[in-house]
């Protein structure tokens, strides 16, 4: 199932992980990071545990803490016997960050098959990791999406988080290394969960740029995300025709055909092709 929109949620506050359950985010990431102080890290695993214990069928993620962190080992190790979709990384900076948490995960998570191998999410928040991101989607086949982290990003390279250039050439390195690796590119959280015409703005133009997802901090974001990460029916019906009409062009012999002004040929027909796979693997 590809990925529209995953959801942080704090993994010290059990009500709200409870909740997030019953939300329409394709995904969770329960934090033990950034919204969880340093004497609560041990009981956010405890937390995290006692959902994990339920078997929820919506898909989870970790957020551990960093690696220079002294919690990174636990919160990977602790949590060997659960079944959860994988880990999210933050501040990775190089392929050997993501080599790292692959290897403690071999170790630690031995006798998982292909069905039930967890993964691996790292996100790019510094300007070494926008340097280093081929390197990191290529690091391991533990890495199934990419994220952006553009808060840390932004103070790291002095830019400005309401000027959408500051972000641009990252975020376009990171959807780059991620289509050419055939993994999914996931765009930063928008902050101002409150601001609902800023999050559609920013939302179409990550996904225009070819992000395929998107983070949240809020539930209230979530309905906005999945409406614009969604292939929608106008999109669907227009990919149907393309397909149509290029593959009876193809069957005389034609590489090449006009529809509504558009010269369609073969790059034209696989777009089509990709809209049409992909909102089905949206509704799966």
Not at 5 to 15: D, E, K, M, R, V
Not at 39 to 45: C, T
Request: hydrophobic residues 45%; glycine residues 4%; charged residues 25%.
């Amino acid at each position: 199932m590809l990925l529209k929109s995953l959801l942080f949620t704090p993994g010290n506050n059990l009500i709200m992980m409870k909740k997030s359950l019953n939300t329409g985010a394709d995904a969770l990431i329960f934090d033990l990071e950034d919204a969880v102080t340093p004497q609560e890290k041990e009981v956010a695993r405890q937390k995290i545990i006692e959902i994990l214990k339920e078997k929820p069928k919506k898909k989870i993620y970790i957020r551990t803490n960093a690696l220079d962190t002294k919690w990174i080992i636990d919160d990977i190790a602790v949590f060997s016997r659960f079944n959860f979709a994988g880990f999210v990384i933050p501040k990775v900076r190089n392929r050997v960050d993501v080599e790292k948490i692959s290897w403690l995960m071999d170790i630690l998570y031995q006798g998982e098959t292909g069905v039930d191998r967890k993964t691996i999410i790292p996100i790019i928040e510094t300007p070494e990791g926008v340097i280093h991101l081929n390197a990191i989607a290529d690091s391991t086949d533990r890495v199934e999406a990419v994220m952006f982290g553009a808060l840390d990003y932004i103070q790291k390279i002095r830019g400005s988080i309401e000027d959408e250039f500051s972000l641009s050439y990252a975020r376009s390195q990171l959807v780059n290394a991620c289509r050419w690796k055939k993994i999914q590119p996931i765009d930063s959280v928008y902050p101002k969960f409150k601001n609902q015409e800023g999050l559609i703005s920013e939302s179409k133009r990550a996904r225009a740029m070819g992000f395929g997802a998107k983070a949240c901090i809020h539930p209230a974001q979530i309905e906005i995300i999945n409406s614009i990460f969604a292939a929608n029916q106008e999109e669907i019906e227009w990919a149907k025709k393309i397909l149509h009409a290029f593959e009876a062009a193809q069957e005389k012999g034609l590489g090449v055909v006009q529809i509504d002004g558009l010269m369609v040929d073969l790059p034209v027909a696989e777009n089509a092709r990709q809209i049409l796979a992909e909102s089905i693997n949206s509704s799966e």
